[in-house]
Structure formats: structure tokens, C-alpha cells
């Protein structure tokens, strides 16, 4: 297993959930969210601020493990991201049903948004993030290979 902090990213339409790894990959905490409009410069920040070694971007593919137009949509702002980070690279992972299982996880645990739907969808977006980065994590520990689809920038390095 590589040492290193990464970033998860869950991007969505109006907001972006993030989370991060300790340096081990032992541990994946939620970050915060933040609005889609101002997404790769909160990322810059928060790559630059933990020195990350990668971050990890959720591909919303459907069920049946097709593209539509969310994972489009999703891929296009991976690589405006990869260019905006580089050196640090992005990768792509399946993030089917991370949502819908960081919802799951934060009912079991009580937690609950104390300021209504926002506040509730804010707290869930930066869970499935954690969601996406565990999943990943767990792909990388069982393989020894990292996990997803590397999004190449056109840089020769």
C-alpha cells in the first residue's frame, strides 16, 4: 500500500463532497462540502494544505455500469481538475450507490443535518466522499494496485 494522504471527491450539481485519508490510508474522514461552482479551487487548496498524494474522483456510472450523462459530466471535470493539481494525479472509481450507502451509514449512526435539507445533503455529500475513498482504499489494499481509471493530462512527466 503507497504512504500518503489522498483526497475523495463526490461531485455533484450543486455541491462537491470531499474527504480525506490519513498518510497510512487507515483512517478516512469527511471533509466539508463545497458549492460545484468553486470545486477545483477548494481542491487546489485542500491538496496543497495535506500535500496529498493523489485524489480520487467518483465516476457516477448507472446500474448497469454504463456512462450517462452524470459520469460525462463527472469525467470532464476530472480532467479539468488533473490539470489544475498536476503533478498530483486523479483517478476515476466506480461510485455507484456510495450516496445512497453514506445516507445508510449516517441514519445508523444518528447523525442527523441540525439545520434542515441543506445542512443534511452537505453532511451526506462529504460522506459519500468517504465512501468513494474507502472504496477505493480497500480496491488498493486487496490488489496492491491503485484503484480506477488514471486521468492523463498530456504532460510528457
Not at 481542491?43 to 450517462?68: D, H, K
Request: proline letters at 4%; glycine letters at 8%; aromatic letters at 0%.
Amino acid at each position: 500500500m503507497r504512504v500518503g494522504v489522498r483526497l475523495g471527491v463526490d461531485f455533484g450539481r450543486a455541491r462537491v463532497g470531499m474527504a480525506a485519508s490519513d498518510a497510512a490510508a487507515a483512517v478516512v474522514l469527511p471533509v466539508r462540502s463545497v458549492a460545484t461552482e468553486s470545486a477545483i479551487a477548494d481542491i487546489q487548496r485542500e491538496v496543497a494544505e495535506r500535500e496529498c498524494l493523489e485524489v480520487v474522483v467518483g465516476l457516477p456510472l448507472t446500474l448497469t455500469g454504463e456512462e450517462g450523462p452524470a459520469a460525462v459530466q463527472a469525467r470532464a471535470i476530472a480532467s479539468d481538475l488533473a490539470v489544475a493539481i498536476r503533478p498530483v494525479p486523479v483517478r476515476l472509481v466506480d461510485e455507484r450507490m456510495t450516496t445512497a450507502a453514506a445516507a445508510r451509514s449516517l441514519r445508523a449512526a444518528g447523525v442527523r443535518g441540525t439545520t434542515g435539507r441543506t445542512k443534511s445533503r452537505q453532511v451526506i455529500d462529504a460522506a459519500a466522499a468517504a465512501e468513494i475513498l474507502n472504496s477505493a482504499l480497500d480496491l488498493e489494499r486487496s490488489t496492491g494496485v491503485p484503484a480506477g481509471e488514471l486521468i492523463e493530462t498530456g504532460d510528457a512527466t
